[in-house]
T-cell receptor, first 109, second 116 residues
């Protein structure tokens, strides 16, 4: 099956710093999503981004499908950005999502 | 937006008993729902795909007789953990997509199961 690797596995940031999270995948995909898992376990949809670039406030994402990677940018980080960030890919429409291992982010005040 | 509601949020049960978890799509219809399991500090692993009106499809290594899935309507799927044991303690999360729309998946808030 498809392999999804996220880096770095852990990230400690000072409040106000910028960061980039990476997601590499081993095969072509039909869909890619980024999620933020909060301390209570809820997965929050950040981006649905099979290709191209999207921005939402301080967050933006870019997927280069031909090179099989996606990047999530966090700018001016805040303590509320702490949590685990997952990317997940889908190989065929309506099919299951395969998750990466996640990046655990801690933003210190 | 698309809202998926899961109930209960947490449950503690005795070893040997069964527990039912519900997953509802509140404002859309979902022909297919997915059940995931997450152990502490690990990623989400797909357990099974729930199909409305037909049998669920289980991932390799997941016991279908232990994790019973029923998808009786376009807005409700249930996961029943039968004869639960302490090793079944985990975080269970469901997801759904809007039938006929794009493939963006939305997730419930999860159910933390503790078997004592």
């Amino acid at each position: 099956g498809i392999q999804v690797e996220q880096s770095p596995p852990d990230l400690i940031l000072q409040e106000g710093a910028n960061s980039t999270l990476r997601c590499n995948f081993s095969d072509s995909v039909n869909n890619l999503q980024w999620f933020h898992q909060n301390p209570w376990g809820q997965l929050i949809n950040l981006f649905y981004i099979p290709s191209g670039t999207k921005q939402n406030g301080r967050l933006s994402a870019t997927t280069v499908a031909t090179e099989r990677y996606s990047l999530l940018y966090i700018s001016s980080s805040q303590t509320t950005d702490s949590g685990v960030y997952f990317c997940a890919v889908e190989q065929a429409a309506g099919n299951k999502l395969t998750f990466g291992g996640g990046t655990r982010v801690l933003v210190k005040p | 937006g698309a809202v998926v509601s899961q109930h209960p949020s947490w449950v503690i049960c005795k070893s040997g008993t069964s527990v039912k978890i519900e997953c509802r799509s509140l404002d859309f219809q979902a022909t297919t729902m997915f059940w995931y399991r997450q152990f502490p500090k690990q990623s989400l692993m797909l357990m099974a795909t729930s199909n409305e009106g037909s049998k669920a499809t289980y991932e390799q290594g997941v016991e279908k007789d232990k994790f019973l899935i029923n998808h009786a309507s376009l807005t409700l799927s249930t996961l029943t953990v039968t004869s639960a044991h302490p090793e079944d303690s985990s975080f269970y999360i469901c997801s759904a997509r809007r039938t006929g729309w794009d493939t963006e998946a939305f997730f419930g808030q999860g159910t933390r199961l503790t078997v004592v």
